[in-house]
């Protein structure tokens, strides 16, 4: 925090009224749920965006690191919270190779760093497969091979899936 102080006005600590409609509930759940050394920043918006001071979930959004139930890495998810309103879920060819490539490379040095990062993915990718096996739904993995599988949230096996024909959400259908 210290850093982006210093270099830009970009980010503040978040207090939870940023964003309309944020319950109090909401605003306790999130604040209780990050790790201890993590801290949660707001930006002041989208359209006053200070590109080289983004910070990584920025960067990434909206997508997250993807562990398989017996601890590997191996691709890319997506937050499913924002399938009804973010146009890259219902885009997924767009992502590009390059990205997907960076993304992987860069989570791979973080984890070989960080064993606490890489057990918060893991506990994510488990909240995704306990999600999506309530919805009784498969969801869409960007593999860290450069193919896309629909993973099976009872048992993660892999569907390997043409890109172009997945599914959209929202007003994107």
């Known amino acids: 925090m210290d850093y982006l102080e210093s270099h ?11 964003c309309e409609g944020t319950t ?7 604040s209780a749920d990050i790790p201890n050394n993590m801290l949660l920043l707001a930006c002041l918006e989208p359209s006053q965006c200070q590109r080289d001071f983004r910070a990584l979930s920025c960067r990434q959004f909206p997508f ?9 890495f191996i691709g890319l998810a997506y937050e499913w919270q924002f399938e009804s309103t973010c146009w890259v ?7 590009t190779q390059k990205y997907r490539d960076e993304f992987v490379r860069t989570y791979d040095k973080l984890f070989a ?6 057990d918060h993915y893991a506990y994510h990718s488990e909240m995704m497969r306990a999600e999506f096996s309530k919805r009784k739904r498969r ?10 599988y629909l993973v099976s949230a009872k ?8 890109i172009n024909r997945l599914s959209r959400f929202g007003f994107y259908k």
């Open 8 to 18: 830009t006005d970009l980010w503040h600590r978040w207090r939870g009224d940023e």
């Open 24 to 30: 109090s509930k909401e605003v306790t759940h999130l």
């Open 64 to 72: 997250f690191p993807y562990v398989t139930s017996n601890y590997l």
């Open 89 to 95: 879920i219902s885009n997924l060819s767009s992502v």
């Open 113 to 118: 760093l960080f064993q606490e990062e890489f």
């Open 139 to 148: 969801f869409p993995l960007l593999h860290r091979n450069g193919d896309c």
């Open 155 to 162: 048992n993660e096996q892999l569907r390997h899936v043409d």
